[in-house]
């Protein structure tokens, strides 16, 4: 006999491409957030994410009337006609983040718009609708998404241990603040706040918001143009280097990217100064031409390429090794460091 899936299993079965562990949640959510205009996004977890993920916005809000839409499969505010599809702005279009961590989870959305008077309080388990109801709230959204594939065990299985789940999400909240210094994050883990940043624009506040004071204290500003590749951001002395590459941030025309030609730049810029397997700190801003560029945007993947590969580790060198030895120049500079 051939069924024809009803709603919710298509939904619990188009989860596992969206939704693959906590921290998919926390990026679909927060990109929400951010093509929602809002200013502020607090995000709070709990055992990394798996018991408990509330991401917190003051942005545009959902009317009432549209809530439950929302949450439907292939519903998005961001997309009317496949023409749309070209010039597409925002992070989001598919309309699958919501209705899928609705499907999975055991959901709460409280939201408002600011013209609205009061807001709306909708609570969903495994895709079934438990409450809709009018509720006080300030401007903006708040989702709460606990217990993630508590429906699903087998897939509940593949995740790993609370501490690595939730440092899937630290990395990604890093990346995330570090490509928005004008918008301010916070991050929350088993109650204390591991990330913080002002939002007031300007990178090394950023910095210091999401390292502390040991990193940004000890920045070098990189300022460089070649082959129609403009670099900017900052690098960390010699000495804050470490022994992983989790301190290496490369964003290219915004968007977080991995790239071998860049760490190999990075690397043989630094290679006189530092120790070997030692890696420094970098959070470099890449601006180029983006049809130069081809970023395998597969949710899991950020490799990068350029079509000019000489160009681009040439350019990335030169960054490096002149903010490097400006430094170096500096009166009463003090090499010993
Ligand atoms: P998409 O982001 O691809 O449009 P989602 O399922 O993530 O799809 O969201 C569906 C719709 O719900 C969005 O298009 C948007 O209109 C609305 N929405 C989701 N999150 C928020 C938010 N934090 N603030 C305002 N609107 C939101
Ligand atoms: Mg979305």
Redesign the pocket.
Known sequence: MINILDQNTINKIAAGEVIERPMSIVK?LV??SL?ANATNITVEIKNGGISYIRVTDNGDGIDKDEVRKAYMRHATSKLLTSEDLEGIMT??F??E??STIAAVTETEMVTKKRDSLTGVRYMINGGKEIEFSEAGAPDGTTIISKNIFFNTPARLKFLKTSVTEGSYINDLMIRISLSHPSISFRLISNGKTVLSTSGNGKVKDTIYGIYGRDISNNLLPVDHTSDGIKISGYIGKPFISKGNRSFENYFVNGRYITNVVIAKAIEEAYKTRIMQHKFPFTALFFQMDPTMCDVNIHPTKKEFKYYNEKALFSATFHAVSDALSEREYMPGFNISE
Do not use: Q, T, Y
């Open positions: 679909e990109e929400n093509d992070l989001g598919r309309g983040a919501l």
